[in-house]
């Protein structure tokens, strides 16, 4: 392996045609690259939940010591599906039956733990957290769904892989909802037809690599240019500042702050054929807002991308020289 973020810059500068990226430094585009084409957002979608959990918050309608049962959270769970991240958060925190709704948002947004993702999204309401998006005028982004129920979609229309691809390449996207709110409310109320899914998914190899690539691109798109914008807007005027600081608290970003940064908010996300991220960072003097999307179809290279991917992304908001670096892989 041994892969450094240069060798990410050598694949930018090499694969810009499977690449986009938008940086705004102040007040200025200073890179739009594909800026406009869409893209499968993966865990980068989370920063959406966030958004809307924040707002529901600052109204009053969810209170962050609420108690939540961990058992109504499993219920969005599939094992071995999520690198670790739900398991990470349950181990860190030892909770016994229960946790806060604010752990719960920190265990979406830090750990990036679908479970916790699935249980905002039923909890808030998906209706809602869309709606939510459009009055924020995000018109170049798909419409949210639950991340859970597509991972048990193969193992819900098949027993076999070739006959699951088929009857899964076909579908409209109406038809794509409809299936998908089926599995939520199985997974929802019906545990044991669930785990029956979750089984047969593994027994059956009903997600392999082929089934994943068609899942990747049927995940909520959009674009780095309106994720550069977002993160931006959430500061300038989508936020107040109240609301800035609880989005601090449960982004991943708090740990990652100098001693010159106000605000630094960060979520990345990645299947086998996507690398996705968008970053804010805002300093006494500055600001630099960045989106990067990476498709890499045949997932020659995820292995190590996804190795360097969180640094690059980093030192691409701090180090002046490197960012300039990452503009010039763009414009040269």
């Known amino acids: 392996m041994n892969k450094s973020k240069e060798d990410l810059l050598t694949f930018v500068m090499k694969n810009k045609r499977d690449i986009s990226a938008t940086m705004i430094e102040n007040e200025d585009v200073v890179l739009d690259w594909n800026g406009d084409q869409k893209t499968p957002l993966a865990s980068t979608v989370k920063l959406m939940v966030l958004f809307h959990f924040v707002k529901t918050v600052s109204s009053g309608d969810t209170k962050l010591n609420e108690k939540v049962a961990l058992s ?71 419409e949210l769904m639950p991340l859970t129920p597509m991972i048990l979609w193969s193992a819900y229309v098949s027993d076999h892989e070739q006959d699951a691809l088929k009857q899964m390449s076909g579908v409209s996207h109406e038809q794509y909802k409809s299936l998908m709110s089926e599995i939520f409310n199985i997974m929802k109320s019906d545990p044991e037809h669930k785990k029956i899914l979750e089984e047969k998914t593994m027994e059956k190899d009903l997600l392999s690599f082929h089934i994943q690539s068609l899942l990747t691109q049927k995940m909520t798109k959009s674009t780095t240019n309106q994720y550069a914008q977002f993160m931006k807007r959430l500061h300038d005027e989508l936020l107040t500042t109240e609301e800035k600081s609880l989005f601090s608290q449960i982004v991943l970003g708090e740990t990652l702050k100098t001693e010159k940064d106000q605000y630094i908010w960060y979520k990345s996300g990645a299947t086998l054929f996507v690398f996705t991220a968008a970053l804010y960072r805002k300093t006494d003097t500055s600001s630099i807002s960045i989106s990067l999307f990476i498709n890499d179809p045949k997932a020659n290279n995820s292995h190590w991308i996804e190795e360097v991917f969180n640094e690059f992304m980093l030192t691409a908001a701090g180090d002046q020289n490197f960012r300039q670096r990452l503009i010039q892989a763009f414009t040269k």
């Open 72 to 142: 109504d959270i499993e219920r969005f769970y599939i094992d071995r599906t999520d690198g670790g991240a739900h398991t990470y958060w349950l181990e860190v925190n030892g909770f016994s039956e229960h946790a806060t709704i604010l752990d719960v948002a920190k265990g979406m947004m830090q750990f990036s733990s679908n479970a916790c993702t699935d249980y905002l999204i039923d909890r808030l309401g998906l209706e809602k957290i869309n709606d939510q998006m459009k009055q924020a005028g995000l018109i170049e982004h798909d």
